[in-house]
T-cell receptor, first 111, second 114 residues
Framework: DQQVKQNSPSLSVQEGRISILNCDYT??????FLWYKKYPAEGPTFLISISSIKDKNEDGRFTVFLNKSAKHLSLHIVPSQPGDSAVYFC??????????FGSGTKLNVKP | GAGVSQTPSNKVTEKGKYVELRCDPI?????LYWYRQSLGQGPEFLIYFQGTGAADDSGLPNDRFFAVRPEGSVSTLKIQRTERGDSAVYLCASSLTSGKDTQYFGPGTRLTVL
């Protein structure tokens, strides 16, 4: 049973525009959420996180929004750059140790 | 500094054989995680070590899978009597302590069971 879902396997965006990647979760016990970015043949790298007590966290071009009532989070990238093209995974934690990952969204930013 | 390294990068084996996958975490990181990533899926939690002990092994799929971290640094994931369904990329990650500390992932070991 997948507790973290990314329903869009791929997304294509023009350079300079906004990329919005979405993630839904089912477990209301999750209290911390993260986004990872993955290039081919490399492990995922941490991008940005948010605690469940917040609804927004911003870091440069990256902003994560959390809607607890809808059990939904999103990652906004503005402006999108070709180097942002990668697979993005959202992840959620409760009980400190066990990370649950979504299946990923492949972002393609076209020049 | 050096990141998380995993060896081998690729492993091809025959059904029924035994394999060992190695993870060298970042020096000083006490938490170490193993994940399995199948094609088109996200990483799936297998086991978490805090120091030398397995603090949570609830993700190990069955008793053919076992992992050790005898000195609190290098970890080995061991798979006995491999099956074709074990074919996946096995990822290792480490973090300074645990929980919400940033996890740093290795490049993974791609295991193919023929």
């Amino acid at each position: 049973d997948q507790q973290v879902k990314q329903n869009s396997p791929s997304l294509s965006v023009q350079e300079g525009r906004i990329s919005i990647l979405n993630c839904d979760y089912t477990n209301s016990m999750f209290d911390y959420f993260l986004w990872y970015k993955k290039y081919p043949a490399e492990g995922p790298t941490f991008l940005i996180s948010i605690s469940s007590i917040k609804d927004k966290n911003e870091d440069g071009r990256f902003t994560v929004f959390l809607n607890k009532s809808a059990k939904h989070l999103s990652l906004h990238i503005v402006p999108s750059q070709p180097g942002d093209s990668a697979v993005y995974f959202c992840a959620a934690i409760y009980n400190f140790n066990k990370f649950y990952f979504g299946s990923g969204t492949k972002l393609n930013v076209k020049p | 500094g050096a990141g998380v390294s995993q060896t081998p990068s690729n492993k091809v084996t025959e059904k029924g054989k035994y394999v060992e996958l190695r993870c060298d975490p970042i020096s000083g990181h006490t938490a170490l995680y193993w994940y399995r990533q199948s094609l088109g899926q996200g990483p799936e939690f297998l086991i978490y070590f805090q120091g030398t002990g397995a603090a949570d092994d609830s993700g190990l799929p069955n008793d053919r899978f076992f992992a050790v971290r005898p000195e609190g640094s290098v970890s080995t994931l061991k798979i006995q009597r491999t099956e074709r369904g074990d074919s996946a990329v096995y990822l290792c990650a480490s973090s300074l302590t645990s929980g919400k500390d940033t996890q740093y992932f290795g490049p993974g070991t791609r295991l193919t069971v023929l």
